[in-house]
Structures are given as structure tokens and as C-alpha cells.
């Protein structure tokens, strides 16, 4: 354990500091910001197209980029957390910039000058936005993008930090309850998102569901700073990032050393107290980085002191190695995330009948992707406990499914929802062309919402197979200590494909819409091929499905490092445990 580390949990157990008292509240952190960003991610393509009088493309594009940016930079911010600035200060800050975000959006339903003016009745004559609007617009996007920059990696670990002093069997058995409560709220946070809070802004106005997610964002960093003086702060240290990065500066300052034919012949430089481990054969250059050549400090017995940026130790080289071997099945599981957030499922049930059970109620368009999050939930929370050993019991086996075809049943699901999601969308505007309204954008069909919920079934499970399966994919691949990069990789993935998403969308339109042809993705529903868009993506959905199976069968999950012990004259190969 790190000198700093020892001190601060020193500490802790001498302040009273940590424990369970903290951590409801750093588990509210990110509470609240979930809450926040989902019921605004949820009804933002309502608010775009009717406040801003923007298209449904140019609508969707912003939803993506705003999207991948809170995806991307969280990664980020584990980085700056974990070598910089440490979780408490991370977490501290970045809730103030999702506080800040969320006033700012806030104002823009408050204070008339930063909305373009309503159209008419007829819809004719609306005025574009002007460069200040959308400045403070995309302005209060960002902030709040970096608010989840540092909440959503820092919460969970920062969580964990407060127990970190306890003796193991205490620490396993609370660790295990944190996990439950941690996926449990985040589920509760997404749904309370899509139905209380677009609730309010679908039919109060966007000045009270705005103004009530300020309120909780405000409120949550008090509280946060409120319960400061309870918290376990534990001092940066290395970073796993910073470790990686080293492989790969070394390996290219060392890229003219030659390599002996057998690595068992060279001498390769270890942590401090290890065992002499030798890397592994795989990806052969990287081994450049931990091999002692004439600059660096050669010791025998692993003892001694190296410059980190001149020779990295074999378990450097080793946890790059495992990152880069990921890779292609990451990339293979990018499509399930473009496609899951693809659907223009809010602006289709903005033209339905979206009375349900009474003809008072009317279930929020915005709230439609509350089919998709409880599927989501009620498998993650059933399928170890009740489907599996319903599932052994009838197949006798032990393992019923790996976790390689948990990510194939995915990938499946989500190219079975946009196939869903094209046949609902040819009988909705049929419907419509029917009933007169191609012209009207802003007719409503005698068409239950109901229709949508199919595909927003199969796209909860499609990301309980492929999002789960991901993250304990990778944890079983991946050395223990390279926890962090799991959840980078998930985040990172969602990322790349909201970008892919958004080149996707402009080339559609671009490509359809030349001649003065109607483009697939028109403003007006009924005029444009919804059904052709959401057909598209199922193709090339079956493209990545060969993509993955192909990745599958090649990746080898078999731990390929090895360790070279001596004991005496004998040596005996063992293998390495990352």
C-alpha cells in the first residue's frame, strides 16, 4: 500500500472518518447526476425540435455528440482522478459543473431572449436560432458533460475507499451489499428520469422539469460538501493509465534494440520483491519496454531502481499486451450501442395515441424508453438468481452460457429491435398516408404508443446481454489491476459509437435528400423512410455479427504469459498471473 494511503486510512480510523456513513451520500452523487442527464437525454430532441425549431437530424446530431462527450470524458477523468486531483476533489468539482449545466438550461426555458421566438399557428415562418442561443444551448450541455466526467467513474471507487481500512471478510461482505445498492440506484435514477421528470416537463413545462433538476444538482453538492469533513480522501497515486503509456513511449525509444531469439536468454526487469517473470511471446516488440539494455539498471535479483520512462517492468508490458488483445472484441461491440441509441422512438410517439388504461393520462413521449430500462433492470436483477438455475436445471451443465455468447445474444437482440422497430415504423406511416396526414407533422395517428414498446424490449435486453456480459467479459481477460480500464472501455465504446452515429445521420440525409428529394430523416415523420433508416442499421448490425463471431472464434482467453522462476540450478516455467 501506497505511503499516502496508509496515512489517510491512518487517519480515518483516528477521525472516525469513512465506514458506511458516507457513502449513501456518494452514492447520491451520482444518483443525481443520472437522474439529471436521463431526463434530458430522454425529451432533449423534444425540446430541440419545438423550442429551437431545429429538424429531427440536426436535433439528433447534437443528442450524439452531447452524448459522446458524456462518454468520452469520463475516461478522462478517471485519468486526471487517479494521477491529478484524487476522487474527492474530482467528484467535488465535476458536480459543480453538472450544477452549473443544468442553471444554465434551466435559464433557457426561463428567460425568452435565449429561444428563438414560437412559430405560428400553421408552423410557417419560425425563426431560427441565432448563434447566442445555441451557444448557451451547447454551453449547458457541456458543463453538464463534464459533470459526468468525474462523477460516473470516481463515485463507485471513491465509495470503496471509504471501507478500504476494514479487515477483508468485513470488507468482502460490505463491498458485496455496496455493489447490489450502487446498480439498484442507478437503475432507480433512469427510471425516475423517464417518468417523474419528463412528467414535469412534458406537462407542466420545461421551466419546472428544468428548474427541479437544477434543484437536485444544487442540492446533492451541498450535501456533498456538507459531508467533506466525514469522507476517507485518499491521495492520487500511479496510474494504470500513465503505466500504459510508458509501454509505449519505451518501446519507441527502444526500437532499434534487437531482440535475442528466445526471451528466455535475455534478463527483463521486475517490480521490486517479485519473481523474475519473462514476457510473452505475444506481440513480441512491446518486449523492448522491460528489457535491461545497456542504459538501464541491470539487477539480478530484481531489486534496484529504473527510470519508468527508460525500462518498464514485465508487468507493464504484460497489462498492455492484455489491453491491445481486447480490442477487436471491443470494436465488435460498438454497433449494439449506436444502435440502441439510434431510435427516434421520442418523435414517433410524439405522433401516436399516448393514452394508456384512461383517457386522462397520456404517457410522456419522452417516457417511451421506460419499456427498455425496466427490461434492462428486471433481467440484470433475475438472470444469476432465477434464469441461470432454471437454465442448468434443464440443460444439466453447469455453465449455460459463456460470456462470449451472452455478448453474441446482444448483438442478435439489437439487429432483432431495428428489424422490430423498421416493421412498426412502415405500419405507423402507412397509417398515417391512410388517415390524410403525410402533410401534417403534427398530427396525432389513432395509433397506440403501445406499438413501440416491442423494440424498446428487445433493446433492454439486448444491453443486459451485451453490456453486462462486456464488463465481466473483460473482467475475466483482464489482470485485476487494470479495473479501471473496464469501465473506460464501456465508456469509450458508447462514445465512438454516438460519433459513428452522428457521420451516420448526416450521411443518410445528405445522400437521400440530393435532388430535391424528401431525405429518409425529414422533419415531418410521415414524408420521410424512418422504416429504411432503422433497416439500414439492422444490416449493418448483421455485418458486425459476423464481425464478432469472426473475433470470437480467434481471441484466445487462455493467459499466454510466463514466469521464470530459479530455485538453484532448476528452472521451472510457471504461468503468469496478471
Not at 32 to 41: G, L, P
Not at 372 to 382: A, H, L, N
Not at 386 to 394: A, G, K, M
Not at 534 to 559: K, P, Q
Request: hydrophobic share 45%.
Amino acid at each position: 500500500m501506497m505511503e499516502g494511503q496508509s496515512d489517510e486510512l491512518g487517519q480515518a480510523s483516528a477521525w472516525k472518518k469513512g465506514g458506511l456513513r458516507p457513502i449513501p451520500v456518494i452514492i447520491a452523487n451520482e444518483v443525481s447526476e443520472r437522474i439529471v442527464s436521463a431526463s434530458v437525454t430522454a425529451n432533449l430532441i423534444i425540446y430541440l425540435t419545438k423550442k429551437y425549431h431545429l429538424g429531427a437530424a440536426s436535433s439528433a446530431i447534437i443528442i450524439f455528440v452531447y452524448q459522446a462527450a458524456a462518454n468520452f470524458l469520463p475516461v478522462c477523468g478517471a485519468i486526471v482522478s487517479d494521477a491529478l486531483l484524487g476522487r474527492y476533489l474530482m467528484v467535488t468539482l465535476t458536480l459543480f459543473s453538472c450544477t452549473t449545466g443544468t442553471f444554465m438550461l434551466f435559464l433557457t426555458s426561463l428567460i425568452p431572449k435565449l429561444t428563438p421566438p414560437d412559430c405560428g399557428l400553421s408552423n410557417q415562418g419560425c425563426t431560427s436560432p441565432t448563434p447566442l442561443q445555441l451557444f448557451v444551448l451547447c454551453a449547458s450541455l457541456g458543463f453538464m458533460s463534464l459533470g459526468a466526467s468525474g462523477v460516473r467513474p470516481c463515485c463507485l471507487a471513491f465509495a470503496e475507499d471509504q471501507i478500504a481500512h476494514w479487515d477483508v471478510a468485513q470488507k468482502d461482505r460490505a463491498l458485496r451489499g455496496l455493489f447490489s445498492w450502487y446498480y439498484v440506484s442507478v437503475g432507480f435514477a433512469q427510471i425516475v428520469a423517464v417518468t417523474i421528470l419528463v412528467y414535469f416537463q412534458d406537462q407542466v413545462g420545461w421551466k419546472v422539469g428544468f428548474g427541479i433538476s437544477a434543484a437536485v444538482m444544487l442540492s446533492i453538492t451541498l450535501v456533498n460538501l456538507a459531508a467533506s469533513p466525514f469522507y476517507v480522501k485518499v491521495k492520487p497515486q500511479k496510474s494504470i493509465w500513465i503505466s500504459l503509456l510508458q509501454v509505449v513511449v519505451v518501446s519507441v525509444k527502444n526500437r532499434h534494440l534487437v531482440l535475442p531469439e528466445t526471451d528466455q536468454s535475455a534478463q527483463f526487469h521486475n517490480a521490486s520483491g517479485s519473481r523474475e517473470f519473462v514476457p510473452s511471446e505475444k506481440m513480441r516488440f512491446l518486449n523492448k519496454a522491460c528489457i535491461l539494455s545497456y542504459h538501464a539498471t541491470s539487477v539480478s535479483d530484481g531489486a534496484g531502481s529504473t527510470n519508468s520512462w527508460n525500462t518498464c517492468t514485465v508487468e507493464q508490458v504484460e497489462n498492455l499486451k492484455s489491453a491491445l488483445s481486447v480490442i477487436p472484441m471491443w470494436s465488435a461491440m460498438i454497433m449494439t450501442f449506436l444502435i440502441q441509441s439510434s431510435s427516434f422512438g421520442v418523435l414517433q410517439a410524439a405522433t401516436m395515441d399516448r393514452r394508456i388504461g384512461t383517457k386522462k393520462f397520456q404517457l410522456p413521449a419522452g417516457s417511451i424508453s421506460i419499456f427498455e430500462i425496466i427490461t434492462f433492470t428486471m433481467w440484470s436483477g433475475c438472470y444469476d438468481r432465477y434464469i441461470v438455475p432454471f437454465l442448468r436445471r434443464i440443460t444439466g451443465r453447469q455453465q449455460v452460457l459463456t460470456l462470449k455468447q451472452r455478448m453474441g445474444i446482444g448483438v442478435f437482440l439489437s439487429i432483432a429491435s431495428m428489424v422490430v422497430a423498421s416493421a412498426v415504423e412502415t405500419y405507423r406511416r402507412e397509417a398515417a398516408v391512410r388517415g390524410g396526414l403525410q402533410q401534417d407533422a403534427k398530427g396525432t395517428l389513432e395509433m397506440s404508443v403501445l406499438w413501440l414498446a416491442p423494440q424498446y424490449v428487445i433493446i433492454g435486453l439486448a444491453g443486459a446481454f451485451s453490456s453486462i456480459g462486456q464488463i465481466e467479459f473483460y473482467y475475466a481477460v483482464l489482470p485485476k489491476s487494470m479495473g479501471s480500464f473496464v469501465l473506460a472501455l464501456l465508456f469509450f465504446g458508447a462514445g465512438v459509437a454516438s460519433i459513428i452515429a452522428t457521420l451516420v445521420v448526416k450521411a443518410i440525409n445528405m445522400i437521400t435528400g440530393r435532388n430535391s428529394m424528401v431525405p429518409w430523416l425529414s422533419n415531418n415523420l410521415n414524408e420521410g423512410h424512418y422504416d429504411y433508416y432503422y433497416f439500414l442499421l439492422a444490416v449493418f448490425g448483421a455485418i458486425d455479427l459476423l464481425y464478432f463471431i469472426v473475433c470470437s472464434y480467434i481471441f484466445d482467453e487462455r493467459t499466454q504469459n510466463m514466469s521464470l522462476e530459479t530455485s538453484g540450478d532448476a528452472k521451472e516455467m510457471v504461468e503468469f498471473q496478471g
